[in-house]
Every structure is written in structure tokens, then in C-alpha cells.
């Protein structure tokens, strides 16, 4: 029997987690508990999950230079203008976050604005795609102010954590490869 697809939950976390040195404090900002199930793959991991209605209010309560990854399974809330600078101050100078985003070719507005908004408080944003378990081409985008995604990957944690169905070092670096177009529509907001 062929297991399920997880490939967006496996892409908003791995991602991420494996970018990051020595991940240890991480926020989800999602109500599905696959996200947690993915997280639960690695030891040593404090996580706390909430919903994105209170996003804002939990993150400001946490506090400055306190979480090394944020994961964000709502593309709104880029819309939200407090948003990503909150994000910024509870994440430590290494910290990482990923997020879901439109379409890259087919919601150019949506596409643009996002990358707008992650790129006026983060050094590094760059756009990765995945195949979802509808067999459609997803997006979701990593952002961070010192690590980059394909030169940082943690190898070790990408290959030998168990139980991806998805996710391993080659699909990790691969995600982030952009055909031409998209990175010429895009030249000054994916910043790598």
C-alpha cells in the first residue's frame, strides 16, 4: 500500500530545520498536527504550535532573540504589515522561517508582494517549490538573515533522520533551483 504524500508538511519543516545549525526553540503557526508529527522526528526540539488568529499576539509574547525556526503553513499572513517584522524580533540572528506562498506563475501579484513584504526584514528570501500530494507544483518560501538554505543544509539531519516519504538532500537543494523566467520576473526580490 503506497503511504500518503506528505510533501508540504515534509517542506515547511525539513527545509527549515536542516538549514538551521543547531535548531532547538521553533514555533509552528498552523492548526494541522501533521506539521507537529513532522517535528517529532527530531530530538531536542521545543516546539509550541498555535493558530495564526493569534500569531501576532503569541509571537510578540515570546520575546526577542528567542526562536531559532518559525514555520508558517498560512500564506496570509504576509499580508498582515506587522507580521514579518514581529517575526524578525522573536527570531534569533540565525533564525530561520519558512512560510507557504502563491504561485510563483500563476499568482504574480500575490507572488510579488509576498516577496516584498519578507525581503524588507530579511537578508535571505528565497522562493523553493515541491510537489504536493495532488501532483501540483506548491511553493512555499525560506527566509532568514544568515543561513542559506543550499549552502548551510545540516547533510547529517537531511539523510539520516527516519521516516521522510519526501524530503532528503537532494530534493532540499533541488526545491530551491527556479526556471530562468521566474527568477527574471522576480530579479531583486528573491534574494539569495
Do not use: W
Request: aromatic content about 10%; charged content about 20%; some cysteine.
Amino acid at each position: 500500500m503506497q503511504q500518503k504524500n506528505n510533501s508540504l508538511y515534509e517542506m515547511l519543516i525539513h527545509i527549515p530545520v536542516c538549514t538551521h545549525a543547531n535548531p532547538i526553540n521553533i514555533v509552528i503557526i498552523s492548526d494541522k498536527k501533521e506539521l507537529a508529527d513532522e517535528i517529532a522526528k527530531y530530538k531536542e526540539i521545543h516546539t509550541e504550535q498555535f493558530s495564526s488568529n493569534e500569531a501576532i499576539a503569541k509571537l510578540t509574547d515570546i520575546g526577542e532573540n528567542s526562536l531559532d525556526v518559525i514555520i508558517v503553513d498560512d500564506k496570509n499572513m504576509l499580508s498582515d504589515p506587522l507580521f514579518c517584522g514581529i517575526a524578525k524580533r522573536a527570531l534569533t540572528s540565525k533564525g530561520v522561517m519558512s512560510i507557504k506562498a502563491s504561485s510563483l506563475t500563476q499568482d504574480n501579484a500575490a507572488a510579488t508582494s509576498e516577496l516584498k513584504a519578507l525581503g524588507e526584514d530579511f537578508r535571505i528570501v528565497m522562493p523553493y517549490g515541491f510537489i504536493d500530494k495532488d501532483d501540483n507544483y506548491s511553493y512555499a518560501y525560506l527566509a532568514s538573515n544568515f543561513y542559506h538554505p543550499t549552502a548551510d543544509i545540516n547533510l547529517q539531519r537531511a539523510d539520516l533522520t527516519d521516516g521522510f516519504l519526501y524530503y532528503n538532500s537532494d530534493i532540499a537543494i533541488a526545491s530551491f533551483v527556479m526556471p530562468t523566467y521566474i527568477r527574471k520576473q522576480y530579479l531583486g526580490l528573491i534574494k539569495s
